[in-house]
């Protein structure tokens, strides 16, 4: 079965401080990878895509297909970080599979 | 920028009714998806439609769900008869192709 994997439910950092918020994924092959976030309140908006390898708001993500990772990184974060982020991969179906998401505390 | 919007915001109806949550993708685009969050886990694909007719279905959906594209701007969700387990946030999606999806704000279902 296809899965995408997010082994913490939360992480607590101060600002300024680096993030990682880890994703695994199962499946070999080209897999198309996603980066959503859910503000309070708000809907799940595009953060990052694999293929597009653009930063957005600081963060970038990597794809690394030896470890089946595609983990989404910032330098420093910052207050207005906070939020659920939810990695995701699009199946050859067009059907987007979710991981649990990760809430991301961001403390002054 | 165009966005997917969703009425109502919340929904609580009883057991047994019938729901229709409603859905205006973005203009041009041509995919439309149906996907569900209980509170507290993930979320899980529902259904997704192209060319007036469903492309997939999860096991979710059951016979008591059905799509429907009424006009050229609306997407529903009918839930027939809503069980309490269908108690959930509701997220229309829409994609140009089979690629970024982009969400609207969701439906709180509460079935009482």
């Known amino acids: 079965a296809q899965r995408v994997t997010q082994p913490e439910k939360l992480l607590s950092v101060f600002k300024g401080a680096p993030v990682e918020l880890k994703c695994n994924y199962s499946?070999?092959?080209?897999?198309?990878l996603f980066w959503y976030v859910q503000y309070s309140r708000q809907r799940l908006q595009l953060l990052l895509r694999h293929i597009s390898r653009e930063s957005i708001k600081g963060f970038t993500a990597d794809l690394n297909k030896g470890e089946t990772s595609f983990h989404l990184k910032k330098p420093f974060a910052q207050e207005e970080d906070s939020a659920m982020y939810y990695c995701?991969?699009?199946?050859?179906?067009?059907?987007?599979?979710f991981g649990t998401g990760t809430r991301l505390q961001v403390f002054p | 920028e165009p966005e997917v919007t969703q009425t109502p915001s919340h929904q609580v109806t009883q057991m047994g009714q019938e729901v229709i949550l409603r859905c205006v993708p973005i203009?041009?685009?041509?995919?439309f998806y149906w996907y569900r969050q209980i509170l507290g886990q993930k979320v899980e694909f529902l259904v997704s439609f192209y060319n007036n007719e469903i492309s997939e279905k999860s096991e979710i959906f059951d016979d008591q769900f059905s799509v429907e594209r009424p006009d050229g701007s609306n997407f529903t969700l009918k839930i027939r008869s809503t069980k309490l387990e269908d108690s959930a946030m509701y997220f229309c999606?829409?994609?140009?192709?089979?690629?970024?999806?982009?969400f609207g704000p969701g439906t709180r279902l509460t079935v009482l």
């Open positions: 499946y070999s092959g080209s897999p198309e």
């Open positions: 999606a829409s994609s140009a192709g089979p690629d970024t999806q982009y």
């Open positions: 203009s041009n685009h041509l995919y």
């Open positions: 995701a991969r699009l199946t050859n179906t067009d059907k987007l599979i």
